[in-house]
């Protein structure tokens, strides 16, 4: 989160702000560019001269292979794309169940003095557990297979959303309550009409921690007790020593955690324009 | 006959042991633009929030038709000092609020604002984001907002409080044409002299420790400027320096007044 804001922040003294509003200065972004590909020579270069041994570090070139035959053929009686859809299947479920159970949760919490004393303990009693950590419990509880992982990323992602929708939800504006209430709002009008947008952006944050938060802990149950996802993939390769599909298997990880992050600032954009304005 | 009562109100902070009013009395009828001029801690903000509902008093009755009023309520249109508009909305779903809160379908209530909205000189603003209005034109819609629900009466927090001194001008001036169009009874609270004595119908001046009315005045510089007088040429007229003067005064002499409580 703050690597995206703190230039955002830098830009405003900076000379030419950008179109959007939203994105770090260019200067920047050659900045991170160069980085990588730095990074992708120093790689290449520490393989092609055999400093290393492909045992320990295959060369960009053998997992890109690698990758090749793993999205055609497949590993372990999987394509890549079966591992990459069983990984993200079990996260969609969980993010779904999560975002419609943590949304209204959270607007209880934040705007009923009850549902806060019933409610707040046992969120703040669970969030601070590593969910692996309770992942032994919920497979006792519900076998292994489908539902414990999807339970698992789904408890994970919930308190991150319920707590921030609670948080948005104590943080309105009053003025604008008392404003609406003038207009003639109900409670229920209020929080439809002025709670729940006011909430929005909060509520987006919060997915987007859950999200992040969700996808660590779905890839190492999938490390733990599974057969098939990228974490399965990654961790039974690393049993056979295969380091290109270990490498290949991060590599994916890291590029749909990036996706993910990307595509819910986009939303974030697109849903909450205001967000950030000075109003 | 009067729109709106106020019956021996006082009002008391829980917990606080001075009251914030006391024994205020008051009514407000048509074609009044009623102002409450005080300085902070008079207790104007406590008496707009108490006719808007947001508070209840301690003692005495407050009647809107000679209705006891309970709560906040549509009848009662309030425009705020700050910006409270929905940023989520464009300008013209932020003045048609009120009426889709009502139930007024949409052709309606867009039709009702964009009147409101060419009443206020901002025809053309209507797929506006809040965000890129300027102060002066936040308050405007926040006017539109206030009388697109078609209020009984409209109470105004010091609305232009919070702009600059040649928007207030402005504002001061539309104020006076859209009141004397919509015929709308007025509560207005400031705590700006100039401001107070022109638009005033009736002014009360406030005084703290407790908020108590310690004078009223009826005015006609509003009406002079519906007359079609400029706004300059009031300000500068010698009745309009020395009723300004008058009012000062007063303010002073309760201030020296209250200084040696303040100080035991």
Same mark, same amino acid.
């Given at each position: 989160?703050?690597?995206?804001?703190?230039?955002?922040?830098?830009?405003?003294?900076?000379?030419?702000?950008?179109?959007?509003?939203?994105?770090?200065?260019?200067?920047?972004?050659?900045?991170?560019?160069?980085?990588?590909?730095?990074?992708?020579?120093?790689?290449?270069?520490?393989?092609?001269?055999?400093?290393?041994?492909?045992?320990?570090?295959?060369?960009?070139?053998?997992?890109?292979?690698?990758?090749?035959?793993?999205?055609?053929?497949?590993?372990?009686?999987?394509?890549?794309?079966?591992?990459?859809?069983?990984?993200?299947?079990?996260?969609?479920?969980?993010?779904?169940?999560?975002?419609?159970?943590?949304?209204?949760?959270?607007?209880?919490?934040?705007?009923?003095?009850?549902?806060?004393?019933?409610?707040?303990?046992?969120?703040?009693?669970?969030?601070?557990?590593?969910?692996?950590?309770?992942?032994?419990?919920?497979?006792?509880?519900?076998?292994?297979?489908?539902?414990?992982?999807?339970?698992?990323?789904?408890?994970?992602?919930?308190?991150?959303?319920?707590?921030?929708?609670?948080?948005?939800?104590?943080?309105?504006?009053?003025?604008?309550?008392?404003?609406?209430?003038?207009?003639?709002?109900?409670?229920?009008?209020?929080?439809?009409?002025?709670?729940?947008?006011?909430?929005?952006?909060?509520?987006?944050?919060?997915?987007?921690?859950?999200?992040?938060?969700?996808?660590?802990?779905?890839?190492?149950?999938?490390?733990?007790?599974?057969?098939?996802?990228?974490?399965?993939?990654?961790?039974?390769?690393?049993?056979?020593?295969?380091?290109?599909?270990?490498?290949?298997?991060?590599?994916?990880?890291?590029?749909?955690?990036?996706?993910?992050?990307?595509?819910?600032?986009?939303?974030?954009?697109?849903?909450?324009?205001?967000?950030?304005?000075?109003? | 006959?009067?729109?709106?009562?106020?019956?021996?109100?006082?009002?008391?902070?829980?917990?606080?042991?001075?009251? *914030?009013?006391?024994?205020?009395?008051?009514?407000?009828?048509? @074609?009044?633009?009623? *102002?409450?001029?005080?300085?902070?801690?008079?207790?104007? =903000?406590?008496?707009?929030? /108490?006719?808007?509902?947001?508070?209840?008093?301690?003692?005495?009755?407050?009647?809107?038709?000679?209705?006891?009023? @309970?709560?906040?309520?549509?009848?009662?249109?309030?425009?705020?000092?700050? !910006?409270?508009?929905?940023?989520?909305?464009?300008?013209?779903?932020?003045?048609?609020?009120?009426?889709?809160?009502?139930?007024?379908?949409? %052709?309606?209530?867009?039709?009702?604002?964009?009147?409101?909205?060419?009443? *206020?000189? /901002?025809?053309? +603003?209507?797929?506006?984001?809040?965000?890129?209005?300027?102060?002066?034109? @936040?308050?405007?819609?926040? /006017?539109?907002?206030?009388?697109?629900? !078609?209020?009984?009466?409209?109470?105004?927090?010091?609305?232009?409080?919070?702009?600059?001194?040649? =928007?207030?001008?402005?504002?001061?001036?539309?104020?006076? %044409?859209?009141? %004397?169009?919509?015929?709308?009874?007025? +509560? /207005?609270?400031?705590?700006?002299?100039?401001?107070?004595?022109?638009?005033?119908?009736?002014?009360?001046?406030?005084?703290?420790?407790?908020?108590?009315?310690?004078?009223?005045?009826?005015?006609?510089?509003?009406?002079?400027?519906?007359?079609?007088?400029?706004?300059?040429?009031?300000?500068?007229?010698?009745?309009?320096?020395?009723?300004?003067?008058?009012?000062?005064?007063? *303010?002073?002499?309760?201030?020296?007044?209250?200084?040696?409580?303040?100080?035991?």
């Amino acid at each position: 989160m703050s690597s995206y804001e703190i230039p955002a922040v830098v830009r405003d003294a900076a000379t030419k702000p950008t179109a959007s509003g939203l994105r770090p200065d260019l200067s920047t972004r050659w900045i991170s560019g160069l980085t990588l590909i730095a990074l992708l020579a120093i790689w290449w270069a520490v393989t092609a001269s055999g400093l290393i041994e492909p045992l320990f570090l295959p060369s960009p070139s053998a997992v890109l292979e690698k990758g090749w035959l793993l999205a055609t053929r497949g590993y372990m009686d999987s394509t890549l794309w079966q591992h990459l859809a069983a990984s993200l299947e079990r996260i969609g479920l969980g993010l779904l169940f999560a975002v419609l159970t943590a949304v209204p949760v959270g607007i209880a919490i934040g705007a009923n003095r009850i549902a806060r004393g019933v409610l707040d303990p046992l969120i703040e009693f669970y969030r601070p557990i590593p969910p692996l950590a309770y992942l032994p419990l919920i497979v006792i509880w519900c076998g292994i297979g489908e539902l414990s992982k999807v339970l698992l990323i789904y408890l994970a992602i919930f308190a991150p959303i319920a707590i921030a929708t609670a948080t948005g939800v104590r943080t309105v504006d009053r003025a604008k309550l008392r404003a609406a209430q003038s207009l003639g709002a109900t409670r229920t009008q209020l929080i439809r009409h002025v709670i729940v947008p006011s909430a929005l952006p909060d509520i987006l944050t919060g997915i987007r921690i859950g999200l992040g938060v969700g996808w660590s802990t779905l890839v190492a149950a999938e490390l733990i007790a599974a057969t098939s996802g990228l974490g399965f993939m990654v961790q039974s390769a690393a049993q056979f020593l295969v380091t290109d599909v270990v490498m290949l298997g991060i590599l994916v990880i890291a590029l749909i955690a990036f996706a993910m992050e990307m595509g819910l600032r986009a939303l974030q954009r697109k849903l909450v324009p205001w967000h950030g304005q000075t109003h | 006959m009067a729109l709106l009562q106020l019956e021996r109100i006082s009002a008391q902070y829980p917990g606080a042991t001075e009251p *914030v009013l006391a024994d205020i009395s008051l009514t407000l009828g048509p @074609k009044q633009l009623l *102002v409450a001029l005080g300085p902070s801690g008079s207790g104007k =903000t406590s008496l707009l929030n /108490l006719i808007a509902g947001f508070v209840e008093p301690s003692a005495g009755q407050i009647t809107l038709d000679g209705t006891p009023i @309970k709560g906040p309520g549509a009848e009662r249109g309030v425009v705020f000092q700050d !910006d409270v508009l929905l940023p989520w909305q464009d300008v013209l779903a932020n003045v048609g609020f009120g009426l889709e809160l009502a139930g007024v379908a949409r %052709q309606t209530r867009e039709a009702r604002a964009r009147e409101m909205l060419a009443l *206020v000189d /901002l025809a053309g +603003f209507e797929q506006r984001r809040v965000w890129q209005l300027s102060g002066g034109q @936040k308050q405007r819609v926040g /006017l539109a907002r206030a009388l697109a629900a !078609d209020p009984r009466v409209l109470l105004m927090d010091e609305p232009f409080g919070a702009l600059d001194a040649f =928007t207030r001008e402005q504002m001061q001036e539309l104020l006076l %044409q859209v009141w %004397q169009r919509t015929a709308k009874p007025v +509560f /207005l609270i400031t705590h700006d002299i100039e401001e107070a004595v022109f638009l005033a119908t009736d002014l009360i001046l406030l005084a703290p420790n407790p908020g108590q009315i310690v004078e009223r005045l009826s005015l006609d510089f509003g009406q002079r400027y519906g007359a079609g007088e400029s706004a300059r040429s009031i300000k500068s007229d010698r009745r309009f320096i020395e009723t300004r003067e008058h009012v000062l005064a007063k *303010v002073f002499s309760q201030r020296s007044a209250t200084r040696p409580q303040e100080r035991a």
